[in-house]
């Protein structure tokens, strides 16, 4: 009797804690859009991207140095999530404590300071900044490019020298 009471004791716990991998992958804070704000923006531009300082220091000439602390890397993501709940079908639950505690260290925390003027406009930015996304045109794939032609006018010169 105590066997069977311990056993779904340890069955409810385990069907408790299956989900709670999916549910974190689906929640977390959106990362700031750096490109919302500049120099000359206002505070309240900044402020909606980067939420409220976690400290303020008082410069000279009435300027105002803010802290931002954010977190990057745990955005709310469906193909974490999705990945999460294919792994949780397949091994029947057993794998969500791993799972879980994956979410649980997902994201990182950054810190950027921000200068302001008396009237509150940006003057300088520092700290944290996303490097910028790649796009096509860059030198990798520029080079990446041109031995890929390269190849395939060698392949079709090699094609049209076959003799038949």
Do not use: W
Not at 72 to 77: A, E, K
């Amino acid at each position: 009797m105590c066997n069977k009471l311990t056993l779904m004791v340890i069955g409810l716990i385990g069907l408790a804690n299956v989900g709670c991998s999916i549910a974190m992958a689906l929640n977390g804070q959106q990362e700031p859009n750096f490109d919302a704000f500049e120099v000359g923006s206002s505070r309240k531009q900044v402020e909606i991207q980067l939420g409220t300082p976690v400290s303020s220091k008082l410069l000279e000439e009435g300027k105002k140095e803010d802290t931002y602390k954010y977190e990057m890397g745990n955005s709310p993501n469906g193909g974490r999530a999705t990945l999460n709940f294919y792994i949780d079908l397949a091994t029947i639950g057993l794998a969500e404590p791993i799972l879980s505690l994956i979410e649980v260290f997902q994201g990182h925390d950054e810190y950027s300071y921000i200068v302001y003027s008396p009237d509150d406009r940006v003057l300088a930015i520092s700290g944290y900044r996303p490097p910028p996304p790649l796009t096509g045109n860059e030198s990798g794939s520029r080079s990446a490019r041109t031995i890929q032609e390269k190849a395939s006018h060698q392949r079709s010169i090699s094609d049209s020298n076959i003799i038949t």
